[in-house]
């Protein structure tokens, strides 16, 4: 057995235990520089992060707004790759043994490495799960029995069109948490009817055991909070993202500003 | 009609649309509800009496088909060897074999009752048919085109404007062909209700890759027949460029059982394949996932996709259609490279010794046919795709020989 594997579990259950809700930012690690990703990780849980979703760049991020979009072009600069940010991982881990981090990228990366020999080194590094976007789970047979075995969890995503003959099948395949995607478009797009995605989580929880975050479209401590009453947790992306990409010159800045915007949700998730 | 001697019957891809290990379906969890509409209508109306027979009177009253199997005699016996049939895609209305597929997704958005239509556009002319059918059809056309192809197409960036529809410039990532593709996708996943997106090539998620592959089997079945008319049997050899491989495959797919017929796809080795600077997964990449399905790209070692080049704008593409990979890999097509230069040459004979001139995508296979002719006997027979025609090129030609027009 291997010591992180409930890492996301535990904290779920905390959490449920406490009656509050995860707080889940996500940004691209390497932006926009690679020696920021480790201090900007510490920061986030300092300013109550429950888990840490790490962009994995990619060349062809279809499914990201522009936001992201230019956020893995900078990681890219520098040649940020898969096993460089599981190296970040790891370098979290020397300070940080609770924080559930997973990494959300494309398959590519992933396919190229192999799915053994990246689950292998994503469980050395404290990595505990994995999201891609583009591989729904009638593709994932070998990805998913190769990432069960090393103990890390798979994170699928369910869009507003999922029918309930496939949220099972990705409830089957899926560890750690659901990832409810409240809207259609890519990463940062439109507005958020609270309603539907109170409606569609709530279809879901029939569905499943397993918890379920919401993502895509939180811009704020008031958006996070008003999803919060649906779901287990929130995730936050591309308004993390535009914080960093507005302090470009200074990396204590962005810091600061993403530590603030966090402890806003914060709070309001805990109100 | 030559049956095929082989005892078990190309088919392929499986119902979830693999090539063997190639193809699938790799995309975001939201497009998952629309491509599997996609694919319902598609396998619905490909069986429907009423679709087929409107999608025949289009081809041949509104594209102009079947299009001529043309021998190249003067061209031939400079060559020297085999026989040279050029199946004349150049004369199809807009100008190329994209046609042949817009007009079938076309067609087939219009009874799924979709009423915008999305598309990516590389050389333009994949836009232009589009942006043709949908001026045709009275639907709301957006195209989306890397800046890059913008500067290289100027001219039909301007027809696709005359035609009515909106052209999106992508910035993004190369700003090329494949970073056209991903906005594409990214504009479809926001508006799915209404939205068609009429991929140009046989990439992409299944249907897709199945899809325009079967809308361009119109190439390949009317060349068997012709070539059977003109010579009382089938040839020895086919060629067509592969970029995507929509033309090629369209020409190929229905030789495929008859094993005698030795096929070859041309891929683009821009300043050569030594040099890095190619558009050549098939000859130089690995296989790898993109744009929905698993297929050979040229891609670095941490999976990162890199910047492609070729002459041609079509051709200038890091991933290649998955049913491609999969002939690659049992051996039943052979992939060879032409670079810039070669190219080159043969779009410049082809004009001076037919008087046709070829797109620079076609260019390619020409090129390759004038290595392989030579090596073949005077009674031999080779049919070459001209998959398009080269009037969008004369400004790139011109710029290469530091001509102004």
């Known amino acids: ?58 060349s062809d991020p279809m499914a990201e707004g522009p936001v992201i979009q230019r956020a893995m072009e900078r990681a890219l600069e520098y040649n940020v790759s898969l096993r460089d940010v599981m190296a970040m991982v790891a370098k979290f881990r020397q300070k940080d043994s609770e924080t559930p981090v997973i990494l959300m990228g494309y398959l590519n990366p992933v396919e190229v490495m192999g799915y053994t020999e990246f689950a292998q080194a994503a469980s050395k590094a404290g990595v505990d799960g994995l999201l891609t976007v583009d591989i729904p789970p009638e593709e994932a047979t070998d990805y998913v029995a190769a990432l069960k075995a090393e103990g890390i969890d798979r994170i699928f995503l369910i869009a507003p069109t999922t029918s309930e003959d496939r949220i099972k099948a990705i409830n089957d395949a899926s560890g750690g948490f659901l ?46 909070a008003s999803i919060a009453s649906a779901a287990d947790a929130v995730i936050v992306g591309s308004v993390i993202v535009k914080r960093i990409e507005e302090n470009l010159d200074s990396a204590d800045n962005a810091i600061k500003a993403v530590s603030e915007l966090l402890s806003d949700m914060r709070q309001a998730l805990d109100a | 009609m030559a049956e095929s001697e082989t005892e078990v019957k190309y088919h392929q891809p499986d119902e979830r649309g693999h090539f063997g290990v190639y193809g699938g379906l790799f995309v975001a969890e939201t497009l998952m509800g629309p491509l599997t509409e996609l694919r319902l209508a598609y396998e619905k109306f490909m069986q429907d009496k009423d679709f087929l027979a409107e999608l025949d009177w289009e081809l041949q009253n509104y594209v102009g088909r079947p299009s001529p199997l043309y021998f190249a005699e003067r061209w031939s016996k400079e060559l020297g060897g085999a026989k040279i049939y050029l199946k004349r895609e150049d004369l199809n209305h807009t100008g190329a074999h ?33 942006a043709t059918v949908a001026a045709r059809l009275g639907i709301e056309c957006v195209v989306y085109m890397g800046a890059v192809d913008i500067q290289r197409q100027a001219a039909n960036v301007y027809r696709m404007k005359l035609l009515g529809a909106e052209v999106v410039p992508v910035t993004t990532g190369s700003a090329t062909l494949k970073d056209a593709l991903n906005e594409a996708m990214r504009d479809w996943v926001t508006n799915i209700d209404d939205t068609f997106y009429i991929i140009g090539t046989v990439a992409g998620p299944h249907p897709y890759p199945a899809m325009v592959r079967d809308f361009q089997t119109i190439i390949g079945r009317e060349a068997r027949e012709q070539i059977q008319q003109h010579e009382g049997r089938l040839p020895d050899a086919l060629i067509a460029c592969v970029g995507g491989g929509s033309n090629a495959i369209g020409l190929f797919h229905p030789f495929l059982d008859d094993k005698n017929v030795a096929i070859y796809g041309v891929e683009a080795a821009g300043d050569g394949i030594e040099t890095g600077n190619h558009a050549a997964p098939l000859c130089a990449g690995k296989p790898g996932v993109l744009h929905g399905n698993r297929t050979y790209l040229v891609e670095d070692e941490n999976g990162q996709i890199i910047e492609t080049h070729s002459i041609s704008a079509g051709l200038d593409y890091p991933g290649v259609g998955p049913e491609h990979a999969w002939l690659k890999d049992i051996g039943r097509a052979k992939y060879v490279a032409i670079d810039d230069k070669e190219a080159l040459q043969a779009f410049h004979d082809l004009t001076k010794i037919e008087g046709i001139i070829p797109a620079l995508e076609s260019s390619h296979a020409l090129a390759y046919a004038t290595k392989l002719a030579p090596t073949m006997d005077k009674d031999k027979i080779i049919i070459v795709n001209l998959s398009g025609r080269g009037d969008k090129d004369i400004h790139t030609v011109a710029d290469i020989e530091g001509i102004t027009l």
């Open chain 1, 179 to 224: 990832y409810y995607v409240s809207l259609k478009g890519v990463t940062g797009a439109g507005h958020l009817d609270v309603k539907a995605v109170q409606d569609r989580v709530s279809t879901i929880r029939t569905l499943t055991e397993l918890p379920v975050g919401v993502g895509f479209g939180i811009k704020d401590a008031e958006s996070a």
């Open chain 1, 1 to 58: 057995m291997i010591d992180h594997v409930s890492r996301i579990q535990a904290r779920f259950e905390l959490r449920a235990k406490e009656g509050r809700k995860l707080l889940i930012p996500y940004f691209t690690a390497g932006d926009p520089k690679p020696e920021n990703a480790v201090p900007m990780m510490h920061a986030m849980v300092e300013a109550g992060a429950d888990l840490i979703e790490l962009g994995v760049p990619f």
């Open chain 2, 98 to 130: 994209k046609v042949n597929n817009t007009v079938g997704q076309a067609l087939l958005a219009k009874r799924m009752g979709k009423t915008r239509i999305i598309a990516e556009t590389g050389a333009g002319q994949h836009g232009v048919a589009t």
